[in-house]
């Protein structure tokens, strides 16, 4: 099913979960950082307690010193006189005891503001109402000690003295009683504390696991969707470009990118159709060609035949008329029953069968170089089959004799033990041909040409030498292209050699030119496989 999907809401699934992923993992983060700010701030916050209740602590013992200190004052021999004649001593230690109480009420009133802001801001450990209950009963104390402070002559009545001290140790017993809550909530916090990281560190790993999870699955997901379908694009692409026009892109998925795949199917099986479609018009084109070339070497052959044959038939001509007289004559003779003319027909008879053997050779020399011509001119079948080359050579040999302009010059032919090899003989006789033509036209007379045929390394070897003009070095590079010749009469269209070297190309061979520069003549080597090659075994399967 989720192939099916396009590949953009396969882009979007993938997104989704990135987003998923990284929003459990900031989440996380986010919570335990917030967590630990809210510990620390907590903590800091709290712990800013302890100062203040020391300094409450503080001014009360400084109270009870104070005290202390007025008591013996007290104890030592004083004027019974008022309030005024007291001894300048009392009366400073009263005003620093007036003092230390204004401070503590001072120090007492900001703990109480800190209790009240820890209690709004919500922070761990926020439950103040221990210290806010201790709070009200020092303010108490403070209360009842104001009272007895306000009378300016309590320093003079044991009574008030004696309740001020009770008063004192009260208070010294709350001050010191601020910080024990917040020692004992410390105390119980670790715990808590513990317990809640414990709780963190458990989350934290099991976001990081989903997280891992989710990326895991975006992994396989993305790999399935994207770089697997893009990779066997990819390699088909690479295929196609080597040049395997048969290969297609198949595809387990039906978005985008097997719509691509599936262009590029057609787009390759409609290449391949042009390609072959192509190959066959280049074939039906080049056999047309070599047709063609071999309609003008026909041509070429039939006017050199055409005045060899007139000699054959000038005897065939002559030995006729000559026939014709000697037929009437035998003829008038046994007419006039003249006896005595036997032993002169026995001497006609005999003429009569000369001239009539005359007249058989003649003509099957004719016959012969007919058929030898329409044998070279029939296409046949681009069939190849096991074909002696040396046979073959000494036919295209012995049509070239046929030619008047060749007359003058000599062609030798060395051939060693018989040497089959498949191929189509039309088409090695073209090649044959055009090489012995080529090599005839460059020399001059009484020149010649010498042809060996041999087999060397399962390959047949066949060799045109010529004593001819030969060849520049810029001459070999060009002389196997399409229209490209240098014959000395300037006659030819240049495709003679073009064409034989694609012929022997297609027979899985090669051919070669060297020569060692103008006057020094020309080699051309051909070589053909004796063994059938792959091409020539693949299109006998095709035609079986």
């Known amino acids: 099913m989720f192939s099916k999907w396009p590949i953009r809401i396969k882009l979007f699934v993938g997104l989704g979960l990135l987003v998923v992923m990284v929003a459990i993992l900031s989440s996380s983060g986010l919570y335990t950082t917030y967590a630990y700010r809210d510990l620390v701030k907590s903590l800091g916050w709290r712990v800013s307690e302890l100062p203040l209740a020391a300094e409450v602590s503080s001014h009360v013992s400084n109270l009870r010193v104070y005290l202390s200190e007025l008591r013996g004052l007290r104890a030592s021999p004083l004027p ?29 009133s900001e703990y109480r503001k800190h209790v009240e802001q820890t209690e709004t801001a919500g922070f761990g450990m926020a439950d103040q109402q221990p210290e806010r209950d201790v709070v009200h009963k020092i303010e108490g104390a403070l209360a009842g000690i104001h009272d007895i402070e306000n009378d300016r002559s309590w320093i003079f009545d044991d009574d008030k003295v004696g309740r001020l001290d009770v008063e004192l140790d009260h208070l010294q017993v709350l001050a010191a009683e601020l910080p024990s809550h917040l020692h004992a909530k410390l105390g119980g916090f670790a715990a808590e504390v513990r317990g809640q990281y414990r709780t963190l560190i458990v989350g934290t790993w099991l976001a990081s696991i989903t997280a891992a999870l989710v990326f895991a699955l975006f992994v396989r997901l993305f790999y399935r969707w994207i770089f697997r379908p893009l990779g066997i694009l990819i390699q088909g692409s690479r295929e196609v470009a080597c040049g395997n026009f048969a290969y297609r892109i198949h595809m387990d998925t039906h978005d985008e990118i097997a719509e691509l795949a599936e262009a590029m199917n057609d787009m390759t099986r409609r ?23 071999q309609l003008a070497s026909v041509g070429f052959l039939a006017a050199g035949v055409a005045h060899k044959i007139n000699n054959p038939l000038a005897s065939i001509a002559m030995c006729a008329e000559s026939l014709e007289g000697r037929f009437r004559e035998v003829l008038d003779a046994d007419a006039a029953g003249n006896a005595a003319a036997e032993p002169s027909r026995s001497e006609q008879c005999a003429v009569i069968t000369n001239y009539l053997k005359m007249i058989q050779g003649e003509a099957f020399r004719c016959k012969e170089i007919t058929e030898k011509l329409l044998d070279f001119s029939r296409m046949g079948q681009a069939k190849r089959q096991d074909t002696d080359l040396g046979e073959l050579v000494q036919g295209v040999i012995d049509m070239i004799g046929h ?20 191929v189509n003989g039309q088409e090695i006789k073209q090649v044959v041909l055009n090489l012995l033509t080529n090599a005839l036209d460059s020399t001059d007379d009484e020149g010649t040409v010498r042809i060996e045929l ?86 006998r399967s095709q035609a079986a």
């Open 80 to 108: 019974d006189v008022g309030d005024d004649l007291a001894p300048v001593r009392v009366r400073m230690v009263r005003e620093q005891f007036r003092g230390e109480l204004e401070e503590t009420e001072q120090s007492l």
């Open 271 to 293: 290449f391949q159709e042009i390609r072959d479609d192509l190959d066959r018009q280049v074939q039906q084109r080049t056999k047309q060609v070599v047709r063609n070339e």
């Open 403 to 422: 030619l008047g302009k060749y007359q003058r010059k000599h062609i030798e032919f060395v051939r060693g033990k018989a040497v089959v090899a498949p």
């Open 454 to 539: 041999g087999a060397h390394d399962d390959l047949a070897e066949l060799s045109v030498t010529d004593d001819g003009c030969g060849m520049e070095p810029g001459v070999l590079e060009h002389v196997f292209e399409p229209f490209f010749t240098r014959r000395r009469a300037g006659q030819g269209t240049g495709l003679g050699l073009s064409i034989t070297h694609r012929i022997v190309a297609d027979h899985g061979g090669g051919i070669e030119a060297q020569s060692a520069g103008p006057g020094q003549g020309a080699v051309f080597r051909v070589r053909l496989p004796l063994a059938p090659t792959q091409s020539d075994i693949r299109n």
